[in-house]
């Protein structure tokens, strides 16, 4: 038995798989649809029914261009990679990145819900930022598959630091309240360590005050490109 492999990308299906009338839509016009719900009330919201009501068509009718919610999934996640505007690369690793990621955290805030979907497959404007994304990072000469690696942290970051913001959480008052508790419960245990770090000048000072999420987050790229390529 032969494996199969992947699934064919819903970008490169073919339209002669689906028999009956030549489609009436496009896939970017069901990815206008979705995003256009989902901005308005929430992931939770997009479903074939109220696509198809947004396209003026039956649910049934859907099917001829997406075999369930996961492609419209990939369809919405792939959709928003358009709002990117990528400069030339100057060949500086970190002027580059920084150019891609901080664009991606602005998509992540126009669209809140885009931390929560895991594509299942990629389209032409996910291809866009991973080749962007390669190219910000060759001129480290890292090797394919440590150059993907980075950029799935690199991404996974800016996911996760944009779904924190959608919460409602900051750099400074995660850093301040964090540091309360920890002070707090340093008296009811053992933990030499700790009771350093927290006797030294710059713990006890009004830094953290001084970190706002945009410094949060450029440091936790500096950080990752740190250990991606020294």
Request: proline share 4%; aromatic share 6%.
């Amino acid at each position: 038995m032969t494996n199969a492999g992947p699934p064919a990308s819903l970008w490169l299906r073919g339209e002669d798989t689906k028999r009956g009338p030549r489609p009436a839509y496009t896939l970017e016009q069901l990815a206008d649809a979705c995003v256009r719900i989902a901005d308005a009330q929430g992931l939770r919201a997009v479903s074939m029914r109220l696509v198809a009501q947004d396209l003026g068509t039956a649910a049934a009718s859907l099917y001829r261009y997406v075999n369930g919610k996961d492609d419209l999934m990939a369809l919405m996640a792939d959709s928003v990679g358009a709002e990117y505007d990528y400069p030339a690369l100057t060949g500086d690793v970190r002027t580059d990145i920084l150019a891609i990621t901080v664009q991606s955290r602005g998509i992540h805030h126009r669209h809140p819900w885009l931390s929560q979907i895991q594509p299942t497959s990629l389209g032409p404007q996910s291809m866009r930022y991973l080749d962007q994304m390669a190219g910000a990072l060759s001129p480290t000469g890292l090797s394919a598959t440590a150059t993907m690696t980075g950029i799935a942290l690199l991404t996974g970051w800016v996911t996760s630091f944009a779904a924190q913001e959608a919460a409602g959480l900051s750099a400074g008052s995660s850093a301040d309240s964090g540091a309360e508790h920890i002070s707090a419960l340093l008296t009811h245990g053992d933990y030499p360590h700790l009771v350093a770090l927290y006797a030294s000048a710059d713990i006890n000072s009004s830094a953290t005050e001084s970190i706002d999420n945009n410094t949060a987050f450029e440091a936790g790229i500096d950080a990752l490109l740190f250990g991606i390529a020294q």
